[in-house]
């Protein structure tokens, strides 16, 4: 991962570049395309990612997982979300994985994904994964919910090339189980990092508030809430908004 490498001074998204690159020639698989600035940077579900120019890690990695059933993609999401995580925690700040995959930090958000797939008959064809990580940048625009960074975090400024490298690192290991088939350690490692896994919430879906915890995620990705009453429930992506309780 990362043995090809494009680096771009200012682009719309990496992601889009990406795709866009996928379309014209053969890219090798695990090629990572680094951005100093994006003017149009995307987040899931059409958010838009925003970050000051040269100060945090805005990168999309190319992968080829062709082996993997369509259906089974949300295990690609958890290794990556796993990933870094594990990065962030190995530099001694408690991260969590906020559901899908955002990273979370006392509940302040440092890092989101953004993965594109492609389908070829059953199987993913290729996967673009999109990943930013706010790291020396302190002052974020009003309206954002709640943001940090690894400078505001821990005080020190943090150098983009040695975080991208030892980030790349554990990448590839967790997204590694993946290719070997690891499924069971993918999901029991994101769990084991879930923010309010098992924890008392409040949840509000389309029938209102109610409290809850998070019990399971299912192989396709949806999360499972058991309510204070034993009813469990499935959701998919932006079907529920959930915090910790007081």
């Avoid at 290719?179 to 949840?203: Q, V």
Wanted: glycine share 8%; charged share 15%.
């Amino acid at each position: 991962m990362g043995e090809t490498f494009v680096q771009l001074q200012s682009v719309d998204s990496t992601n889009n570049y990406a795709s866009l690159l996928l379309q014209k020639e053969k890219v090798a698989e695990g090629t990572v395309i680094l951005a100093v600035h994006q003017s149009n940077g995307r987040g899931q579900g059409g958010n838009q990612w925003v970050s000051d120019k040269g100060l945090n890690l805005l990168f999309s990695i190319i992968l080829q997982p062709d082996f993997l059933p369509a259906y089974k993609q949300f295990y690609l999401s958890m290794s990556v979300a796993v990933g870094i995580q594990h990065y962030i925690s190995g530099l001694g700040i408690p991260a969590l994985i906020k559901w899908p995959n955002d990273i979370l930090i006392s509940g302040r958000k440092i890092a989101g994904v953004l993965i594109e797939n492609t389908i070829l008959s059953q199987n993913l064809n290729t996967s673009i994964i999109g990943i930013g990580v706010n790291v020396n940048q302190c002052i974020f625009p009003p309206g954002l919910q709640n943001p940090t960074s690894l400078l505001l975090e821990t005080g020190q400024p943090f150098d983009l090339s040695e975080s991208l490298r030892r980030l790349l690192l554990s990448l590839q290991f967790h997204i590694n189980h993946l290719y070997l088939d690891n499924l069971g350690e993918i999901k029991s490692d994101y769990l084991n990092r879930l923010w309010l896994m098992n924890t008392p919430a409040i949840f509000t879906d389309k029938t209102g508030r109610f409290n809850g915890r998070i019990v399971d995620i299912s192989e396709t990705g949806e999360l499972l809430v058991m309510k204070t009453d034993g009813e469990c429930k499935t959701y998919g992506f932006k079907e529920v908004v959930f915090q910790k309780q007081d």
